[in-house]
C-alpha cells in the first residue's frame, strides 16, 4: 500500500478523527524543514494545488508531490488570510525559536529582573503565535491584541514574581530544597498566562462569532457557540502544552546536575539543559496540539437556531486556531 493516499484538497492527508492521525498531521504542521522553503518553491506549490482545484494538472504528477505542496502552503499561508505568516510565528517555527526561551525560563537562581525578563519574551512570543495563527475569518482590531498582550505579560509576571517571593519568604525550606521548588515556579505562571493570553488575544470571536462551514466547505453562518467551543479547545491545548516542556526537564537536570562528569565539568550544564528543552518541546507541541483537530466539527443542534435552518447538515465545522 502506498504511503500517501490519493489526494484531496480540502482534507489533510492523515485521519484527523483519531489522535495518532492528528498527531501525524500535526508533526507536518510543525516540520521545522519548512523553513527552508523559498518563494519559489512555495509559489510552485501555490500553483499546483491551483492547476488541480481547476483540472489543468499536468500528467504524471503524483499524490506525493501534491501532499508535499499542500504541507508547503498550510505551513506557510494562513487559511483564512491568505498572507504568509512571519516565520518566527509559525507554528513549524515553534520550536526552534521557543526554545530558547524555555530554557532561560528555567535557568536556575533567576533574579526578579531575569524572571520578568523570561516572562515577558515568552509572552510576546505567544501572544504573536497566537495572532499569527487565530481564526482569521473575521477581522479583529488591532487594539484587542494590545489588550492580550498586555493582560498576558501582566499574568504571567505577577504569578511568577509573587511564587517567588513566596519560597524566598518560607522559613521551611532548605536551600537546595527552595532551588528545586524555584525550577517549577515558570509552569504555573505560564500556563495561567497562557490561558490569559488565548481569552484576551481572541476575545473578539466571542463577540463577533467565527464562521462555520458545510460538508462542501460553503459558510452557512457565523456562531459564537462554536467560537466559544474553539477558544476552550485552544485553552486546553495551552496548558498542556507547557506540562512536559516545564515539568520534565528540572526534574531531569535534577538528577543529571548529581553525575561525576556534570559535576567536574559544570560549563557542560547549559548545553545539556538547552538539549533536554528541546527534547521536551519537540515531544509536547505535536502532542499538546494533537487533542484537537483543527477543523472541529459540531452538531448543528448545538447553535444558533438562524444556522440550523441555513443547513441541511447534522454537523458543520469550524477553523479551530493553532
Not at 508533526?27 to 518553491?41: A, G, Q
Not at 527534547?279 to 444558533?304: H, K, R, T, W, Y
Amino acid at each position: 500500500m502506498s504511503e500517501y493516499p490519493t489526494f484531496q484538497h480540502d482534507k489533510p492527508r492523515f485521519d484527523q478523527n483519531t489522535f495518532s492521525g492528528r498527531f501525524r498531521h500535526f508533526l507536518d504542521v510543525i516540520d521545522p524543514s519548512t523553513l527552508f522553503v523559498t518563494e519559489k518553491r512555495l509559489q510552485e506549490s501555490v500553483k499546483l494545488l491551483e492547476c488541480f482545484k481547476q483540472g489543468t494538472l499536468s500528467a504524471g504528477v503524483t499524490d506525493a508531490q501534491l501532499w508535499q505542496a499542500q504541507k508547503i502552503k498550510q505551513a506557510i499561508i494562513h487559511p483564512d488570510t491568505g498572507e504568509k505568516i512571519f516565520m518566527p510565528f509559525r507554528m513549524s517555527g515553534f520550536i526552534p525559536f521557543g526554545t530558547p526561551v524555555v530554557v532561560g525560563l528555567l535557568l536556575p537562581n533567576q533574579t526578579l529582573l531575569s524572571t520578568i525578563f523570561w516572562q515577558w519574551l515568552n509572552q510576546s512570543h505567544n501572544a504573536c503565535v497566537n495572532y499569527s495563527n487565530r481564526n482569521a475569518s473575521k477581522p479583529a482590531p488591532v487594539s484587542k491584541f494590545v489588550q492580550g498582550y498586555l493582560g498576558a505579560v501582566t499574568s504571567a509576571v505577577s504569578i511568577a514574581v509573587g511564587l517567588n517571593v513566596l519560597i524566598q519568604k518560607a522559613g521551611r525550606f532548605s536551600p537546595t530544597s527552595r532551588l528545586l521548588v524555584q525550577r517549577f515556579i515558570p509552569f504555573p505562571a505560564v500556563a495561567s498566562a497562557n490561558v490569559c493570553n488565548v481569552v484576551l488575544m481572541r476575545h473578539s470571536e466571542l463577540s463577533e462569532g467565527v464562521s462555520v462551514l458545510d460538508d462542501d466547505g460553503n459558510v452557512v453562518g457565523t456562531s459564537k457557540v462554536a467560537a466559544r467551543h474553539a477558544l476552550l479547545e485552544t485553552a486546553v491545548t495551552r496548558v498542556v502544552l507547557p506540562m512536559p516542556i516545564l515539568v520534565l526537564p528540572p526534574m531531569i537536570m535534577a538528577a543529571l546536575e548529581k553525575l561525576p562528569l556534570l559535576q567536574r565539568q559544570r560549563r557542560l550544564v547549559l548545553p545539556v539543559h538547552s538539549l533536554v528543552c528541546l527534547a521536551a518541546f519537540g515531544l509536547a507541541l505535536p502532542l499538546a496540539i494533537s487533542l484537537f483537530p483543527q477543523m472541529s466539527q459540531i452538531d448543528v443542534n448545538q447553535l444558533e437556531p438562524e444556522i440550523a435552518a441555513a443547513t441541511d447538515c447534522k454537523t458543520v465545522t469550524y477553523n479551530k486556531g493553532l
